[in-house]
């Protein structure tokens, strides 16, 4: 069974910062994308940033400079520390896997976590 479960989340005020970690199991690490969307009620899933072998890092535009994408695969976990954090980022974050010949867009998603909450707020 392949899992994936997110850690992290939580309330922080605007100029904060959080990170969030992501434990996978039951995949080969190194075979997959890994990385983080996020969703507000309301609107489509978004994604924000992954990092992969073939491909190395990717992050939306929105937050690069701010947000950066790390892994550890003798842990098996992704993290994705976020600095100087805007209300705007506030949403839940779901971690997701998508083998490396595939694109980290939504609907090519192999595997999900259950998200984290994150609200940014003062």
């Known amino acids: 069974e392949v899992t994936l479960v997110e850690s992290g989340g939580g309330l922080v005020p605007p100029g904060g910062s959080l990170r969030l970690s992501c434990v996978v199991s039951?995949?080969?690490?190194?075979?997959?994308?890994i990385g983080w969307f996020r969703q507000v009620p309301g609107k489509e899933r978004e994604d924000i940033s992954y990092?992969?072998?073939?491909?190395?890092?990717y992050y939306r535009d929105s937050v690069k400079g701010r947000f950066t994408i790390s892994s550890d695969s003798a842990k098996n976990t992704v993290y994705l520390q976020m600095n100087n954090l805007k209300r705007e980022d506030t949403a839940v974050y779901y971690c997701a896997a998508v083998e490396s010949d595939g694109d980290f867009v939504e609907n090519e998603i192999d595997y999900w976590g259950q998200g984290t909450q994150v609200v940014v707020s003062s």
């Open positions: 990092v992969s072998i073939p491909d190395g890092t």
């Open positions: 039951g995949l080969v690490f190194d075979d997959y994308a």
